[in-house]
Antibody, heavy 120, light 110 residues
Framework: QLQLQESGPGLVKPSETLSLTCTVS??????????WGWIRQPPGKGLEWIGN???????YYNPSLKSRVTMSVDTSKNQFSLKLSSVTAADTAVYYC????????????WGQGSLVTVSS | QSALTQPPSASGSPGQSVTISCTGT?????????VSWYQHHPGKAPKLMIY???RRPSGVPDRFSGSKSGNTASLTVSGLQAEDEADYYC??????????FGGGTKLTVL
């Protein structure tokens, strides 16, 4: 059974960079059938797609966040990462990693989520 | 890209049916076969309930069904059960690998 687990600091200061890692277990990331993505949910709000990365390193970002987002992948560790720069309180959210089908676009496996609070 | 529009709440009694709508544009729902629905119990990971407008993943009860007409997709839950009470989100491809979500609908089982 595929499992995804987010990890990273739960508290980030304003203007700094948020960094999260998603570790995939129970299967290989090196597949042509899936992207690996990040989604977030601010408190009391809906889901927002941040972007996704292919095992080869190709990235696709939400246009509204593109200037601040960087994603990377390490297939040797079966991990992919998110960096969001110049954070503000508006970036406070639960951040989820998920697997996204290349041809179906379905998000079929999700991590449990990691709450990141932006505060001084 | 703008979020898809969902009603903030929906409700029904056990055994009844309820339909949740998700309205977008011709750039997302109207032009895409890749509309999905997710069930989200607070504090847990979202769960895929419907993909490609009408398809159900293995293990999802057939009480859950999806459809689309024009720029609006719908999720119908038949034979409501207490455990169906959750937040439901739609999503759609929006071109160029973009993905857009709806604002979410809180389903209450009365």
């Amino acid at each position: 059974q595929l499992q995804l687990q987010e990890s990273g600091p739960g508290l980030v200061k304003p203007s700094e960079t948020l960094s999260l890692t998603c570790t995939v277990s129970g299967g290989s990331m090196s597949t042509t059938s899936y992207y690996w993505g990040w989604i977030r949910q601010p408190p009391g709000k809906g889901l927002e797609w941040i972007g996704n990365i292919y095992y080869s390193g190709s990235t696709y970002y939400n246009p509204s966040l593109k200037s601040r987002v960087t994603m990377s992948v390490d297939t040797s560790k079966n991990q992919f990462s998110l960096k969001l720069s110049s954070v503000t309180a508006a970036d406070t959210a639960v951040y989820y990693c998920a697997r996204r089908g290349v041809t179906t676009s379905k998000l079929d496996y999700w991590g449990q989520g990691s709450l990141v609070t932006v505060s001084s | 890209q703008s979020a898809l529009t969902q009603p903030p709440s929906a409700s029904g009694s056990p055994g009844q049916s309820v339909t949740i709508s998700c309205t977008g544009t011709s750039s997302d729902i109207g032009g895409s076969d890749f509309v999905s629905w997710y069930q989200h119990h607070p504090g847990k990971a979202p769960k895929l309930m419907i993909y490609e407008i009408t398809r159900r993943p293995s293990g999802v009860p057939d009480r859950f069904s999806g459809s689309k007409s024009g720029n609006t997709a719908s999720l119908t839950v038949s034979g409501l059960q207490a455990e169906d009470e959750a937040d439901y989100y739609c999503s759609s491809d929006a071109g160029s690998n973009n993905l857009v979500f709806g604002g979410g609908t809180k389903l209450t089982v009365l």
